[in-house]
């Protein structure tokens, strides 16, 4: 039981991850985020209570990074294609058929900007890949874990939704905007840039300082700026891991 209990909190987090593709594929993206959130939270205690418990394994690595897949990389590229259609106010695929129909192909419409945002979803598989095979990311990550760049794109949806800023929905539902955020998020999933993990070998200060600073910080811009706050929050640990590798 001590073994396997690890794995069954994954597997929670894949369970979050398959209801949050259904919720974002309808445009539910409150919802969505709920979900992504929510499994990230059981990726972080899998990691944590199998380090706990001592009974870290191949299988829970393996296990992590698929559900990871699904959880943070699969759900924002389906966010960015549905906003990327918002944007373009062209549906990205149609058809004249139904599902009852047979398989028709002569009617699909195909556009090809929305569906660029699935090049996240891409980027995240070549992320975890790389993550699975690289066996010095113990202490530190290279390039951006795939639940932070979740949280930056899930982001998005909700600023427009309880924001209510004119400023910002504009930038948001602007698809040039929104193809430039899917160049970096592509790139800062595989940036070959040391980041701090947010893994505590014990509770000190001294031995922690950076990560309490950073968590202290992100209250902060969290309780004035609500979801606003994410993409700066996301800065904010890019920046700080810099300023750590400097000095």
């Known amino acids: 039981m001590k073994q396997h209990l690890p794995n069954f909190v994954t597997l929670l987090n894949l369970f979050c991850g398959c209801i949050a593709v259904i919720l974002a594929v309808h445009s539910n993206f409150v919802g969505a985020a709920f979900f992504v959130f929510l499994g990230i939270i059981f990726d972080f205690f899998d990691g944590f209570l199998a380090r706990i418990l001592q009974v870290q394994s191949a299988l829970g690595v393996q296990l992590d990074s698929l559900a990871d897949m ?46 660029l945002g699935l090049c996240i979803t891409l980027g995240s598989a070549y992320r975890l890949a790389r993550f699975n095979i690289d066996e010095d990311q113990q202490s530190y990550f290279k390039g951006l874990p795939t639940p932070a760049n979740a949280l930056l794109i899930l982001s998005l949806p909700l600023i427009l939704e309880f924001q209510n800023n004119d400023t910002m929905n504009a930038i948001i539902i602007n698809e040039w905007f929104l193809l430039a ?63 750590t590798k400097t000095y």
């Open 70 to 115: 699904v959880t943070s990389g699969l759900v924002p590229g389906i966010v960015m294609f549905k906003l990327l259609t918002l944007a373009t106010e062209t549906p990205a695929l149609q058809s004249t058929h139904d599902w009852g129909d047979s398989m028709h192909w002569a009617n699909v419409h195909v556009a090809v900007i929305p569906l």
């Open 181 to 243: 955020l899917t160049v970096l998020s592509c790139f800062l999933l595989n940036a070959p840039v040391k980041l701090f993990a947010l893994k505590f070998k014990d509770w000190s200060f001294k031995n922690n300082a950076m990560r309490y600073i950073f968590i202290i910080l992100s209250f902060v811009l969290l309780i004035v700026l609500q979801f606003a706050a994410i993409p700066l929050i996301i800065l904010l640990y890019i920046g700080l891991s810099l300023v």
